[in-house]
């Protein structure tokens, strides 16, 4: 009988702890990216980070996902769209024109305010 040596959790890369049934948490070889959310609301965190900032990039992530899900924000391959209210206009605006993950993006400030946190 055939016995896997490992659960599918780390088959798939799955961070099984920060996951949820909803946003699962994936870990990847990111670079010098702490945190991806995607518009297929799936999670990917990198790997080579520690646990403490494995949990705080899923946190920021995750709020992104809500902002997605709220209509707020959205991105393809070359923009990013920006709604910052309901009753808003969409901003459409280059990824080439951006640094992505920059606090003093609309989107970026939104959580780093309410979270206080910055990744490094």
Do not use: C
Request: net charge positive; charged share 30%.
């Amino acid at each position: 009988m055939y016995s896997m040596k490992s659960d599918i959790h780390s088959l798939l890369g799955l961070n099984k702890e920060l996951s949820t049934y909803s946003v699962p948490v994936f870990e990847k070889n990111l670079g010098d990216v702490w945190g991806v959310a995607n518009m297929d609301r799936t999670i990917y965190i990198n790997k080579d980070l520690s646990n403490k900032n494995k949990r705080e990039a899923a946190q920021h992530e995750a709020m992104h996902v809500l902002q997605m899900r709220q209509g707020k924000v959205a991105y393809d391959n070359k923009n990013i769209y920006w709604r910052e209210t309901p009753m808003s206009g969409i901003q459409k605006i280059a990824r080439s024109n951006i640094k992505e993950g920059k606090r003093s993006l609309p989107w970026e400030k939104e959580i780093y305010d309410k979270t206080k946190t910055y990744a490094k």
